[in-house]
Antibody, heavy 116, light 112 residues
Framework: EVQLVESGGGLVKPGGSLRLSCAAS????????MNWVRQAPGKGLEWVSS????????YYADSVKGRFTISRDNAKNSLYLQMNSLRAEDTAVYYC?????????WGRGTLVPVSS | DVVMTQSPLSLPVTLGQPASISCRSS???????????LNWFQQRPGQSPRRLIY???NRDSGVPDRFSGSGSGTDFTLKISRVEAEDVGVYYC?????????FGQGTKLEIK
């Protein structure tokens, strides 16, 4: 089955760090660019970061630039998001999204509450 | 940055009636390769988003043909020819022509 499964979410204090993972299966992961998109509780969708298939191209939203780092391990079919200096406004469900003709496959998301 | 503006933000529709959502971008979404990377997503209550339409008018596999996308440049529309109960949810447009990518605010479709 073609799917993306996020993990690593959980309660973290402001200023803390967290590393999200996304396990891909059912397709050739190394052929696709990948993305992270987040959704704050009751709010809309916000693009966070993108990485090309070979990690040559990486982009970030201004809201996370300098604090978040996207990476991937094609040998492990995995995507990552290292989140540092977390703020209350980073509280959201984080989705892993495949990029075939733009955002064709979404995971179920992992919740990251940032609170003291 | 490209701002995506959807209207309406709330859309009450009677079952079996048509529905239309507008999405306008603050800049042209035509990319240098000639493609227009404007996409539509549906998010049903409690679910992850699901792509319905890519590159303005291409329907994803498994998406009912009552959904259609149209438009060009900065003005785009998602139409549902006859709304069904399963169409309840929030609809988002999204541009992937310019960095940073951006989504519209979302349009909440409900049954009247």
């Amino acid at each position: 089955e073609v799917q993306l499964v996020e993990s690593g979410g959980g309660l973290v204090k402001p200023g803390g760090s967290l590393r999200l993972s996304c396990a891909a299966s059912g397709f050739t992961f190394s052929n696709y660019g990948m993305n992270w998109v987040r959704q704050a509780p009751g709010k809309g969708l916000e693009w966070v970061s993108s990485i090309s298939s070979g990690s040559s191209y990486i982009y970030y939203a201004d809201s996370v630039k300098g604090r978040f780092t996207i990476s991937r391990d094609n040998a492990k079919n995995s995507l990552y998001l290292q989140m540092n200096s977390l703020r209350a406004e980073d509280t959201a469900v984080y989705y892993c999204v495949r990029d075939y003709e733009n955002f064709d496959l979404w995971g179920r998301g992992t919740l990251v509450p940032v609170s003291s | 940055d490209v701002v995506m503006t959807q209207s309406p933000l709330s859309l009450p529709v009677t079952l079996g009636q048509p529905a239309s959502i507008s999405c306008r971008s603050s800049q042209s979404l035509v990319y240098s390769d000639g493609n227009t990377y404007l996409n539509w997503f549906q998010q049903r209550p409690g679910q992850s988003p699901r792509r319905l339409i890519y590159k303005v008018s291409n329907r994803d596999s498994g998406v009912p043909d009552r959904f259609s996308g149209s438009g060009s440049g900065t003005d785009f529309t998602l139409k549902i020819s006859r709304v069904e109960a399963e169409d309840v949810g929030v609809y988002y447009c999204m541009q992937a022509t310019h960095w940073p990518y951006s989504f519209g605010q979302g349009t909440k479709l409900e049954i009247k």
